[in-house]
């Protein structure tokens, strides 16, 4: 049984395929928050910028079986069109995604891609693995694509990072419209990211474009 809060056709908005037309796929739940407002502040990671409670987001819900989820995000693709990509998050999509998915989708056409906290393990498969680390203690997928950091993290210093297996490493600034008052950095993150990505080349600027566009 797969739980879904919600799919859509959208424009990757981060990271290195940025622009890129997309099948997003956003899994319910996550293993570093609850997603209740009440235990953000204890949470292990606490500047979630997503709703993944629950089914009731566009075209969510729950599928008993791989076909059965295939078939209902593979019809948000224009149809008679290739390319196709699919962008599995959530949530924390290493919950729930598994290898009969993986193949269900390839079996259809698609480059699967992920973006994952990498506190979990990974099924084989997945073309572009992008990890976000969170909490460096838990992270456990320590090669991939790209690495995609929210900056800044108290305690979390880019440079930790660099000596990990990534062949893209990108800084992305922290959207801080969902901190409490008592959480907000006394900096503007774009400003800092832009900075430190100039001085620290081995980085390069993540933009939430989607955000700008206001699309999903
Ligand atoms: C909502 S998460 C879901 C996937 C997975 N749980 C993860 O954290 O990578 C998708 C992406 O949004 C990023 N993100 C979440 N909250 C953000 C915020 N407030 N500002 C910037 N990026 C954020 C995450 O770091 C991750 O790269
Ligand atoms: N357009 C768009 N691009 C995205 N890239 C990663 C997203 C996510 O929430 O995982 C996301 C998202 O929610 N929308
Ligand atoms: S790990 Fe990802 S989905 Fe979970 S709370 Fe953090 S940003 Fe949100
Ligand atoms: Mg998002």
Redesign the pocket.
């Known amino acids: 049984m797969y739980s879904i809060k919600e799919a859509f056709y ?5 990271g290195a395929h940025a622009g890129r037309p997309a099948l ?1 796929c956003r899994f319910t739940g996550c293993n570093l928050w609850s997603g209740l407002e009440k235990t953000r502040s204890q949470s292990d990671c606490q500047f979630c910028d ?1 709703d993944f409670i629950g089914t009731d987001g566009q075209n969510g819900g729950k599928f008993k079986t791989a076909s059965q989820l295939r078939s209902h995000i593979d019809a948000l693709w224009p149809s008679g069109h290739g390319y196709k990509y699919v ?1 599995f ?1 959530g949530g924390e999509p290493a919950l729930q995604l598994d290898t009969s998915l993986i193949k269900e989708m390839k079996d259809h056409g698609y480059m699967i891609a992920i ?1 994952t906290n990498g506190t979990l393990a990974l099924p084989d498969g997945i073309d572009w693995i992008c990890v976000s680390p969170k909490t460096p203690k838990k992270l456990v997928i320590t090669k991939g694509d790209e690495l995609k950091l929210v900056y800044p993290q108290e305690q979390l210093d880019p440079e930790q990072f660099e000596t990990l297996d990534f062949d893209n490493f990108y800084l992305q600034p922290m959207d801080q419209g969902h901190l409490s008052v008592d959480q907000i950095p006394l900096i503007n993150t774009q400003e800092a990211t832009l900075h430190y990505c100039l001085s620290h080349p081995r980085w390069r600027l993540s933009l939430q474009t ?1 955000k700008m566009l206001n ?2």
Not at 10 to 14: I, M, N, V
């Open positions: 959208s424009l990757q908005g981060e997003f997503t962008v998050t973006e989607h699309i999903d």
